[in-house]
């Protein structure tokens, strides 16, 4: 029986239609819901969103405009903590807004004498250093600091925080489950698609399916042509349905579609080619990934949702959080965007689908030990504050 009732307000990268981040977002209000009804403490979520009406729609929770600093400092008043994650928040690769934007909301908090947890953030990369010193001093505070790779840890430890201060944890959305209603499919067997965007069967073909998950990054866009390579090859070898699943639109949409574009006829030899309609439920999305028999990936958390699915995941780097999600599963990318080999890349992808049976009993015990700890910093946010209610 719920005894206590805790409001947490969540910052993070939420409301930007990127079904990465709001998967992270559905992952941890997924966890603290069942945490929540396993150790009677009822969790009030409360979201810092730059879209809070499509926030509060699709999860049904309470959401403030993460830019209004009025709303900001009146719900971290209210409540009695804050969460800050997951997802890459604490990078400066993309510009010097990020930092200190998600630092501000965790040191507001900590003026207003409130908890904050570090949500299995993946920290970096921090190029600038005079960050160092702000990451140090807002960490310090937090009441529980979890990462979700051993490279963020190392940051941390190095800017003097103690080793037993940090816990390396999964992603969130290792934990993520498929929409209510969805058929748990058997993971050892490959399945397909059940339409194509224009709304044909693509199940009836029973082609092998292969995710495809692509972002524009280099400026010639050289990773794309490399890609395109590869799975022309791969189309020339065996006949597949290529889906492709743009991750955050609509740049990701623009990108799947130069790449089809490059393509060329490989519908004339008996693949298919596809890509999924705009979805930003990511849990509409992890059941697209679901229906694959292998994912590549630019996106890290197309990578995740293939894994946490038991799909086997070809990973092309853009960014170490890439090579650190595969060295979880004793594995590494095929290539990054500066080296990607079309032919090695057919290879690979070519091999997962003769080997399917063989990767799924090297991995199915770590994903399954992955998606369990998922749930770890749920459990001990919502354990301290069971003590301290």
Not at 384 to 389: E, M, Q
Request: net charge neutral; with cysteine; hydrophobic share 35%.
């Amino acid at each position: 029986m719920v005894t206590t009732s805790q409001k947490l307000v969540i910052s993070g990268y939420y409301g930007f239609r990127n079904s990465g981040d709001e998967a992270v977002l559905k992952s941890i209000l997924t966890a603290l819901e069942e945490e929540s009804h396993r150790s009677g403490v009822n969790i009030e979520p409360i979201v810092l969103s730059i879209d809070p009406e499509s926030t509060t729609s699709m999860y049904g929770v309470r959401s403030v405009h993460r830019m209004k600093l009025k709303e900001v400092r009146e719900v971290i008043k209210e409540s009695d903590g804050l969460i800050s994650g997951g997802g890459s928040l604490l990078q400066d690769a993309t510009g010097l807004k990020s930092i200190p934007y998600y630092l501000g909301v965790i040191k507001l908090a900590q003026w207003l004498k409130k908890p904050t947890f570090i949500y299995a953030q993946g920290i970096g990369p921090v190029n600038r250093k005079f960050f160092n010193p702000m990451i140090r001093s807002v960490f310090k505070g937090c009441k529980y600091i979890s990462v979700r790779d051993e490279q963020s840890a190392d940051y941390l430890r190095g800017l003097g925080l103690q080793w037993n201060q940090i816990h390396v944890v999964p992603d969130p959305v290792m934990g993520l489950p498929l929409p209510e209603g969805s058929r748990e499919k058997d993971i050892t067997m490959g399945t397909t698609p059940d339409q194509s965007s224009d709304g044909s069967s693509a199940g009836q073909t029973k082609l092998p399916v292969i995710g495809v998950s692509v972002r524009f990054w280099e400026s010639d866009r050289k990773e794309l042509t490399a890609i395109a390579s590869g799975l022309k090859k791969l189309c020339a070898k065996k006949a597949v349905h290529l889906r492709f699943m743009p991750f955050h639109l609509p740049k990701d949409e623009e990108a799947s579609r130069f790449l089809m574009e490059m393509l060329g006829d490989v519908t004339s030899k008996g693949s298919e080619v596809s890509i999924t309609p705009n979805l930003t439920d990511p849990q509409l999305m992890l059941e697209e990934v679901s229906k694959c028999d292998v994912v590549i990936g630019m996106r890290l958390h197309s990578l995740i949702y293939a894994a946490s699915q038991y799909v086997p995941p070809v990973a092309i780097s853009y960014d170490p959080k890439i090579d650190q999600f595969m060295l979880r599963l004793d594995s590494e990318p095929v290539g990054s965007t500066t080296a990607l080999d079309g032919d090695k890349l057919a290879k690979s992808v070519a091999s997962l689908l003769d080997q399917r049976s063989q990767w799924l009993k090297e991995n199915e015990d770590r994903i399954t030990e992955l998606k369990q700890e998922a749930r770890v910093p749920a459990q001990q946010i919502i354990n301290y504050l069971g003590r301290k209610g």
